[in-house]
């Protein structure tokens, strides 16, 4: 008796084991939405990119005394002009990542094609980081308890300093409810969306996943903490950008002094390779490897070892060698150590080969947009892939120390590219890297 009631013990440990066994399903990107600084929709952010433009202006979202005062601004961005918002939706949610998460969110499904229905529902989760969250919307509580009293503090501040509200509201907008996070990896934040996304999918837990992160970080107390971290460009007389605001970020140029600060919003839709074809949906690429590591080592300063791992673990995890590697769209942000440190872990890990691999930053253009930045060009990659576009470093000065690279200088490239490699690494020492294959 005691053999069978064991017995039977071990066959329900198998058939649980088998029911939550991996199902090992492929992912694919659909769509993606996006607000930057040079357009309030991917479509016109790309537009512009393509044409090698930049979204730097003086700081008009605030006002500040300090020579880092050029930044990234979405331009045209009024929230009062959304479909689903009114004067007293922007008063009560007045941390500007929630109804930027909705409005790229709503446009992220729409770009992928989705309706939302009783069955796409419960199986759609929702993931977007930021690195400082709703910090805005805690400057007018600070301001209103001082001048005001404690009485006018909103009762809505709470609720906007969670982080994963955006993805929250995000959910009462479009109705889906699958389970909501806010993955906090600081500038790699929304690569961790897409990686962590891409796990939940492959292992069944859901079938569509809207990842990507957002940030509204153009507030006196950032761009002042940045400034004195050395950390942005300051922008002094003589500096090629004092008159061109437009040339304040470039990246691997040998004038490169600080990356700009933007404000900004990315979304890719991820979704299980079965339910794209039951649905009739059009996959645009694959994500084919992941690889997270973190530093151990100093909460600014990247560290190579761990970097270049988490590199040959993206590139082991998608089943390839560096020499698939066919592009790189690097994290760039336009720092002399930073960029510096990120060549030469891509020299440790592919070679001499790094000088035949295109290697550009999307942060020429827009600056650099902390949690969203990295979904935002995740997309920017796919879309170029499936258009037979590189999109290019502009502002581009030669480093003598970087000249072996193609950092394709200054102008779109036409060139068709099947695999694509997407870095990210963020304050705290986390990196992460995707791999995407085009489709």
Not at 198 to 213: K, N, P, Q, S, Y
Not at 241 to 255: E, I, K, L, V
Request: include cysteine.
């Amino acid at each position: 008796m005691q053999f069978l009631f064991g017995f039977a013990q071990n066959r329900i440990k198998n058939v649980f084991k088998i029911m939550k066994a991996p199902l090992s399903r492929k992912v694919f990107v659909i769509g993606y939405g996006a607000a930057t600084p040079l357009g309030a929709t991917f479509e016109r952010t790309w537009q512009r990119a393509v044409k090698g433009e930049a979204g730097f202006r003086k700081v008009t979202r605030c006002q500040v005394e300090s020579a880092c005062d050029i930044v990234g601004e979405i331009p045209d961005w009024n929230p009062l002009d959304l479909d689903f918002t009114d004067a007293k939706e922007v008063y009560n949610w007045n941390a500007a990542f929630v109804l930027l998460t909705m409005a790229v969110c709503k446009e992220a499904l729409g770009n992928a094609g989705i309706v939302i229905n009783d069955k796409i529902a419960p199986r759609m989760a929702c993931l977007i980081g930021s690195a400082i969250n709703g910090s805005d919307a805690f400057r007018v509580a600070v301001h209103d308890l001082e001048k005001r009293g404690p009485l006018r503090v909103s009762p809505y501040l709470l609720p906007n300093l969670c982080a994963n509200l955006p993805s929250g509201k995000a959910g009462m907008l479009l109705k889906f409810t699958g389970p909501i996070f806010s993955p906090q990896g600081a500038c790699a934040s929304g690569n961790h969306a897409i990686g962590i996304g891409a796990r939940m999918i492959r292992d069944g837990d859901c079938d569509f996943v809207l990842a990507g992160g957002a940030d509204a970080p153009i507030l006196p107390e950032i761009i002042h903490g940045f400034a004195n971290m050395n950390a942005t460009i300051k922008v002094n007389p003589g500096d090629r950008a004092y008159d061109n605001h437009a040339q304040a970020s470039r990246p691997f140029s040998y004038d490169r002094r600080g990356f700009v600060l933007s404000e900004g919003a990315g979304v890719v839709v991820l979704a299980a390779e079965e339910v794209i074809k039951a649905y009739g949906l059009k996959p645009k690429a694959e994500v084919l490897g992941i690889g997270w590591t973190s530093d151990a080592h100093h909460y600014t300063a990247p560290h190579a070892p761990t970097i270049i791992r988490a590199l040959k673990e993206t590139i082991d995890d998608a089943g390839l060698k560096p020499e698939d590697i066919q592009y790189i769209n690097a994290h760039g942000t336009s720092t002399p150590k930073g960029d510096a440190m990120e060549i030469k872990c891509l020299r440790d890990v592919f070679g001499k080969q790094i000088e035949k691999i295109p290697v550009s930053s999307n942060k020429s253009q827009l600056g650099h947009t902390l949690g969203a930045t990295a979904a935002i060009e995740a997309a920017l990659t796919i879309e170029g892939m499936s258009k037979g576009i590189i999109l290019p470093t502009i502002n581009y000065l030669p480093d003598p120390a970087l000249a072996d690279l193609d950092v394709v200088p200054n102008e779109a490239r036409e060139e068709k590219i099947e695999i694509a490699l997407s870095n990210a690494f963020g304050f705290g020492g986390t990196n992460c890297c995707v791999i995407f294959r085009g489709v």
